[in-house]
């Protein structure tokens, strides 16, 4: 202390306790202790449920078959007993006597009428009383001026006697006004070497029929043919021509043999 320093002052108050610092981070694991000794063995559990019955095993092969055993003797015969006397035979029956004829029985009443049959199919119309005909004819010239084609009717414009109702649809087409067989008869002075048809159209359009086909292979005589024909509906057609499918065209003659105008006729009759 130097001469100038005063002598020390009194001890100063106690602070106070300052606050508590954060605490430390943990420290490191320590290392792994060593094992310690086994314990003791704990008593016995209680035993368990009995499990189910397992499924039933397959039936095992059969076994070897034992050998056969020795065969037995004979055993001794049994005494026979004896025969029983023979029984009588007995008394032949009484035949009994026939009984009467009886008496015959009352007739039974009449059966009853049975169904009327089914209706028979319509015959074919009769043909009536009166005739049936008509004559229808072409002079050349003025009439088939122009050739006929294959497949062309000649023409027939006038008409002769007709009666019954066969009538002209036009110059080369007729009427038939009933189901019926029709006698057809023509002759038709032709120049060319040729051929002429009947055709008839009886509800399914017109048809030549093979067998009505009468021809000429040289001369310039008549083409002439009678022919019958059946039709199977009312009021059918028929026509005289060409055949189909014939060359050349045909020319109805005109003043054949003579001076004056040749006749093609074409006459039908109903016959049935």
Known sequence: MTGNEGAPGPAGLIGLTGATGL??????????????????TGLQGVAGFEGQAGPKGEVGAAGIAGPVGPKG??????????????????????????????????????????????????????????????EFYALMPPDNAATVAAGAPVSFPQTG???????????????LPRIGTYSVDFSVSVTEPGQLVVALDSGGGMVELP?????????????AGDAL??????????????????TPALTITPLAGGTHPAVASLVIQQLG
């Open 229 to 246: 024909i059946t039709t199977t509906v009312a009021n059918s057609t028929v026509e005289l021509r060409n055949p189909t499918g014939n």
């Open 23 to 40: 605490m430390g981070l943990p420290g490191l694991p320590g290392a792994l202790g060593a094992t310690g000794p086994a314990g003791e």
């Open 73 to 134: 003797e004979v055993g001794a015969a049994g005494i026979a007993g004896p025969i029983g006397p023979k029984g009588e035979g007995g008394v032949a029956g009484v035949s009994g006597s026939s009984g009467p004829k009886g008496k015959t029985g009352a007739e039974g009443p009449p059966g009853s009428v049975g169904p009327a049959g089914a209706t028979g199919a319509a015959g074919p119309e009769g043909s009536s009383g009166s005739p049936v005909y008509a």
């Open 161 to 175: 006697s007709t009666a019954g109702g066969i009538v002209r649809l036009d110059q080369g087409e007729f009427v």
């Open 211 to 223: 067998y009505t086909v009468y021809g000429r292979a040289t001369g310039t005589s008549q083409i």
